[in-house]
Structure formats: structure tokens, C-alpha cells
């Protein structure tokens, strides 16, 4: 080797080391930086309280009214269903919860209590629901609902053991699925919904009494309110509506071409 490059080579080894003490000397250095126990404390209570987190519990809204936030919708003819919020000393949160009562006869209407001003892509689901007269009763939660005529409901039906996802477009219902359920013995019944994104594909998951009963595939609606619904002529009562959106689940990009 000829002494320029002998040179050269020894003097960028020389500025290797220089930097690494430089490094060492200056302490670890992070890509993204670091929170403290305080910072991140900030942070998740920032998210908790942003308008990302959202639970009902009824528990202030006045007897015999339509709970705050909440706006009735019908689809399918006849009266429109009656919602009031009632005290109820067994309420998995005492003491309101929401009664709803249906007189329609045909199970292809739906009777749904809307939350305003949210609107969510993957959401997570949950509440408790119990029959209002011990015999059953069919409702549960809707969501990706763009109008009263176009909206995904999962249901319960108490009385028969059975929950179903339903697909509603431009007031068509279409069952998507449905599977026998064993209900723990217990007057308040919990329905959760996962709608979740792999890949291209997404999957609507329900779980009864905790027991994940139904995973489908579909993606014709997007984008949506969620809620509260009847089907047919039922009466149930509904407490403790947990919503929350699934942003771990959304694709970061696109999938590849290949």
C-alpha cells in the first residue's frame, strides 16, 4: 500500500474513534425521543380525554327523556320505537339505563338510538343488554350506519340463543351470519363488535358473554355512527356503551403491488 493511502485509511480510523467517544461521552441518542414517567402520564391522559375514549352509563340523564347525544332512527315501516332512559337498581351502573320498546311486526325493521357527532372506521364495541320482560327480546349494536336505510347491526336474540350480523343497504337487510349462543344465567347479557382491518380484508367480530360467537368478512360499508338497536317487535334495556376506535389495526400503508 503506498503511504498517501496508508495515510488516508489511518486518518478516517482515527475520526471513527474520535466520534464513538464523542458518543459515548454524550450518552445514548434516541431516533424518536424518549417520554419520562410524567410525559407519557400527560399523554395517555391527553388520548383518554380527547374525544377518542367514549362511554355511556346514562346515570345523569333525566328519567323519561332520550339520553343526551342520542337521536332515535327508524327503518322499515310502522311507529317509531319509544326510548326513554329508566332507574334501574340492577344496572351494571347504577341506577339509569335505556329502555327501547318496538311495536313493529316485521323483523325487517329496526328501530336504533344513535350517538352524534362520532364516526368511526374500526371501532370496539361494547354494552350490556337485558329483556325488559324476562322473555327475550332482539337488539344490540349498530355501527357503520351512514343513514337509517344503510348500516351493519349485530343482534342478540335472547329468547332464541341466536346472535346474527346483519347488513342493511338502502333498507334491505341481508344476513351476513348468525350462530347459536349460550348465555351465561345472568339478567345482563354483554355484546362486544370488533370491526378489524388485515391487509385488504375486513373482519366484523362478536362476542357474547365474552365468548367470540361470529367472525365475518365484509367490507361494503366504510365509515360510520354507531348505536343501540331493536329488531322487530322487542323491548330490552341497554346500559354501559363503550366505543373506542381500533387505530392499531389500520394499514400504515399501502400492500405492496406484488
Do not use: Y
Given at each position: 500500500m503506498c503511504p498517501i493511502a496508508?495515510?488516508?485509511?489511518?486518518?478516517?480510523?482515527?475520526?471513527?474513534?474520535?466520534?464513538?467517544?464523542?458518543?459515548?461521552?454524550?450518552?445514548?441518542?434516541w431516533a424518536v425521543p424518549r417520554e419520562s414517567h410524567e410525559e407519557k402520564e400527560a399523554n395517555l391522559k391527553q388520548q383518554a380525554t380527547g374525544g377518542l375514549f367514549h362511554k355511556w352509563t346514562f346515570d345523569k340523564d333525566p328519567i323519561?327523556?332520550?339520553p343526551g347525544g342520542f337521536v332515535p332512527l327508524s327503518s322499515g315501516a310502522g311507529?317509531?320505537?319509544?326510548?326513554?332512559v329508566e332507574a334501574d337498581?340492577?344496572?351494571?351502573?347504577?341506577?339509569?339505563?335505556v329502555g327501547g320498546a318496538?311495536?313493529?311486526?316485521?323483523?325487517?325493521?329496526?328501530?336504533l338510538l344513535i350517538a352524534q357527532g362520532l364516526e368511526y372506521e374500526y371501532p370496539d364495541l361494547a354494552m350490556r343488554m337485558r329483556s325488559a320482560d324476562g322473555a327475550g327480546g332482539v337488539g344490540g349494536i349498530v355501527f357503520a350506519l351512514r343513514d337509517a336505510q344503510n348500516f351493519y347491526a349485530a343482534l342478540v336474540d335472547l329468547g332464541a340463543k341466536r346472535a346474527e350480523v346483519i347488513r342493511v343497504i338502502e333498507g334491505v337487510p341481508t344476513v351476513l351470519g348468525q350462530a347459536a349462543v349460550t348465555l351465561k344465567p345472568i339478567d345482563w347479557h354483554s355484546l362486544r363488535v370488533q370491526r378489524n382491518t388485515i391487509v385488504s380484508?375486513?373482519?366484523?367480530?362478536?362476542?357474547?358473554?365474552?365468548?367470540?360467537?361470529?367472525?365475518?368478512?365484509?367490507?361494503?360499508?366504510?365509515?360510520?355512527?354507531?348505536?343501540?338497536?331493536?329488531q322487530g317487535k322487542t323491548s330490552l334495556f341497554f346500559d354501559t356503551l363503550?366505543?373506542?376506535?381500533?387505530?392499531?389495526?389500520?394499514p400504515l400503508s399501502a400492500p405492496a403491488a406484488y
Open positions: 496508508q495515510n488516508i485509511r489511518a486518518a478516517l480510523a482515527a475520526s471513527f474513534w474520535i466520534a464513538v467517544a464523542l458518543a459515548v461521552a454524550a450518552g445514548p441518542v323519561k327523556s332520550i311507529v317509531s320505537a319509544m326510548w326513554s337498581e340492577t344496572a351494571p351502573s347504577v341506577p339509569n339505563v318496538s311495536l313493529c311486526e316485521d323483523r325487517a325493521c329496526f328501530r380484508k375486513d373482519f366484523i367480530e362478536t362476542f357474547v358473554d365474552g365468548v367470540l360467537v361470529l367472525s365475518i368478512e365484509d367490507q361494503m360499508l366504510g365509515t360510520g355512527q354507531v348505536g343501540m338497536a331493536l363503550h366505543a373506542v376506535p381500533l387505530f392499531s389495526h389500520r
